[in-house]
């Protein structure tokens, strides 16, 4: 009996902790414990992230049993997506900063109205995504190169998916309110669901087991879409019941001009970021490709470490981006800056110790994944260069979040592609190579460092793109408010 009443004990008090009103979490985020509001905050969205993880693992676990033209399908659909995906969260950036700032002005029906319209925005541009990825897969897929012995299974894994697309970006759009008004929790509790459907129906659904068909990479796909479909089914209804501490209706979501500019206005340059974003990454790998198997291998072994130590990360800029956005909508800017400054010392402490590890560990942290010695040796001289970097990564990403909760994402345009192309890009391959081609003319000008150069090109960017961010944030321009009372 008193370990039940223990238990039952402390569940209470965790549930007072992170489950609190609307007007609980505004008061907490105008007036608590900076800190500790700050952590209540970024823990569920910590847990978010690695339940993402898990989710793309599952996949890639089970489609890995039929082959390597079969496994490969996903990861060749996936810059389709990707950039769909880049376009819903981009423009649902706007909806973090237009009900943040509302629900911190006090502005409870401006903060709904902001809601219904992006998520009705949303609608309609998941439905065009959703018929473009369906119709065009083959034609897409094809332009890529997509190698001939995979190109079917990524053109059914790409059109399953893409029929999801309205519910994905309804998904999407649900996860940025709630974080508008400081709900992280449910957000969470309902990517569990989405993980835990997919977790059951892969393998029922590709190995035919029990009285399921057996469908290969199309039952992947299903599961896939089915799973982001009862999430969204999910958020749907908590959005239109008012239980998560604010509502939409069909009225609300009705399109209104001014509010498709506001939404343009902030969400545009957030999604365009993210996009050549995703398109610099791409040209990296190429980059990296160009040294061997052991350099992609090692890269691939890296990025997946790197990951897990950022999944801290993405928790801290999430509670920053809701936190900054409702103070300065309550007119507390120098709350506002004190919430970046602590938010700071917190993330860039954890990832110093992170960091620490795991360059101390570099090499048994690769050996644990594959068994050569020319990939040990590679991924240990990319971890020990760039896990280092990280808490720089933290910096940028920390203070590129608090530019986005107040609106202000031109600069986050602009800071983006000058990190990824003009510096990480750059020079990694003026570090790496001897030569950079251009195409209409060659630059002898690269240091021909191998490999390791884009290690250290990568490095730089992080420590560079912090440095540039933080002249911005001095520059106070973000307290501006974007919002219209």
């Known amino acids: 009996m008193g370990l039940s009443e223990g238990f039952w004990d402390r569940y209470h008090h965790v549930k007072s902790v992170f489950v609190k009103s609307k007007e609980e979490r505004r008061d907490e985020i105008l007036e608590g414990s900076i800190v500790r509001t700050i952590l209540v905050l970024a823990i569920p969205v910590m847990i978010s992230s690695a339940l993402h993880t898990g989710f793309n693992i599952v996949d890639t676990y089970w489609l890995g049993r039929l082959g390597r033209a079969e496994v490969g399908a996903p990861a060749a659909a996936w810059p389709v997506l990707f950039t769909f995906l880049s376009l819903g969260m981009g423009l649902s950036t706007a909806g973090v900063s237009l009900v943040s700032q509302h629900t911190g002005a006090g502005g409870g029906k401006k903060a709904e109205e902001a809601a219904g319209q992006v998520f009705g925005f949303l609608m309609v541009i998941g439905v065009a995504t959703g018929l473009?990825?369906?119709?065009?897969?083959?034609?897409?897929?094809?332009?890529?190169g997509t190698p001939s012995t995979t190109l079917?299974?990524?053109?059914?894994?790409?059109?399953?998916?893409?029929?999801?697309?309205?519910?994905?970006?309804?998904?999407?759009?649900?996860?940025?309110?709630?974080?508008?008004?400081?709900?992280?929790?449910?957000?969470?509790?309902?990517?569990?669901?989405?993980?835990?459907?997919?977790?059951?129906?892969?393998?029922?659904?590709?190995?035919?087991?029990?009285?399921?068909?057996?469908?290969g990479v199309r039952g992947a796909a299903i599961a896939t879409a089915l799973a982001r479909t009862t999430s969204a089914v999910v958020g749907i209804y908590l959005l239109f019941s008012g239980r998560v501490g604010i509502r939409i209706s069909l009225e609300s979501m009705r399109l209104k001009l001014r509010w498709i500019k506001q939404i343009l206005k902030i969400g545009a340059p957030a999604t365009v970021a993210r996009a050549e974003s995703a398109v610099g990454f791409v040209v990296l790998f190429a980059l990296v490709a160009i040294f061997g198997d052991a350099s992609v291998a090692a890269y691939g072994i890296g990025r997946r470490v790197i990951h897990v130590m950022t999944i801290g990360i993405w928790g801290f800029a999430g509670a920053t981006m809701t936190m900054v956005g409702q103070n300065v909508g309550a007119d507390q800017e120098e709350r506002g800056e004190t919430i970046v400054k602590r938010a700071l010392l917190v993330s860039f402490l954890m990832l110093i110790i992170m960091g620490a590890l795991v360059?101390?560990?570099?090499?048994?942290?690769?050996?644990?994944?594959?068994?050569?010695?020319?990939?040990?040796?590679?991924?240990?001289?990319?971890l020990g260069i760039f896990a280092m970097s990280i808490p720089f990564f933290g910096i940028y990403r920390i203070f590129d979040s608090t530019f986005k909760g107040?609106?202000?994402?031109?600069?986050?345009?602009?800071?983006?592609?000058?990190?990824?192309?003009?510096?990480?890009?750059?020079?990694?391959?003026?570090?790496?190579?001897?030569?950079?081609?251009?195409?209409?003319?060659?630059?002898?000008?690269?240091?021909g460092m191998g490999v390791v150069g884009i290690w250290y090109g990568m490095a730089a960017s992080n420590v560079i793109g912090a440095g540039l961010s933080a002249i911005y944030f001095l520059s106070g321009r973000w307290k501006e408010k974007t919002i219209k009372t």
């Open 359 to 382: 360059v101390l560990f570099r090499s048994q942290i690769i050996a644990f994944f594959i068994d050569d010695a020319e990939v040990i040796r590679i991924g240990g001289m990319y």
């Open 152 to 215: 079917p299974h990524a053109i059914d894994y790409l059109q399953i998916v893409s029929l999801s697309m309205p519910f994905v970006f309804s998904y999407i759009a649900f996860r940025f309110l709630l974080r508008g008004i400081g709900d992280m929790v449910r957000p969470m509790l309902i990517r569990g669901v989405l993980v835990l459907v997919n977790l059951i129906l892969d393998p029922l659904l590709i190995f035919g087991l029990f009285f399921f068909p057996e469908l």
């Open 132 to 144: 473009i990825g369906y119709f065009a897969a083959p034609y897409i897929l094809t332009l890529l």
């Open 406 to 447: 107040t609106g202000h994402t031109l600069p986050v345009l602009f800071l983006t592609l000058f990190r990824i192309w003009g510096l990480r890009l750059f020079l990694s391959a003026l570090l790496a190579l001897s030569a950079i081609n251009l195409g209409f003319v060659v630059l002898d000008i690269g240091f």
